[in-house]
Nanobody
Framework: QVQLVESGGGLVQAGDSLRLSCAAS????????LGWFRQAPGKEREFVSA????????RYADSVKGRFTISRDNAKNRVYLQMNSLKPEDTAVYSC????????????????????WGQGTQVTVSS
């Protein structure tokens, strides 16, 4: 069982940056692939970014590519999402997710593939 707690959300203006953090406890963090998803009001949850057990492999949604960067620190049991050049359309609740896996180089982009989820952190970008 992996418990996930996100932090770092807030209210910012368009063009600003935020760094989301997700702290994990329980389970084996280093043996999990990780992902960030977001859900805006009235919309379905969507994939934002994912990272494999090995940090070399990452994936981004087209809407955030070039602006967001995912990273992980296995020593601290944390995964991060650095968000730059934020836009109003980035406004959503951002959640991290973990998928224990024996595959070190695979990223997962479907929410249904993840076993554990955090509660989410609100990001609001004003224009």
């Amino acid at each position: 069982q992996v418990q996930l707690v996100e932090s770092g959300g807030g209210l910012v203006q368009a063009g600003d940056s935020l760094r989301l953090s997700c702290a994990a406890s329980g389970g084996t963090f280093s043996a999990s692939a990780l992902g960030w998803f977001r859900q805006a009001p009235g919309k379905e949850r969507e994939f934002v970014s994912a990272i494999a057990r090995t940090s070399v492999y990452t994936r981004y949604a087209d809407s955030v590519k070039g602006r967001f960067t995912i990273s992980r620190d296995n020593a601290k049991n944390r995964v991060y999402l650095q968000m730059n050049s934020l836009k109003p359309e980035d406004t959503a609740v951002y959640s991290c997710a973990a998928k224990p896996t024996g595959l070190p180089g695979v990223v997962f982009v479907q929410g249904s593939q993840y076993a554990f989820w955090g509660q989410g952190t609100q990001v609001t970008v004003s224009s």
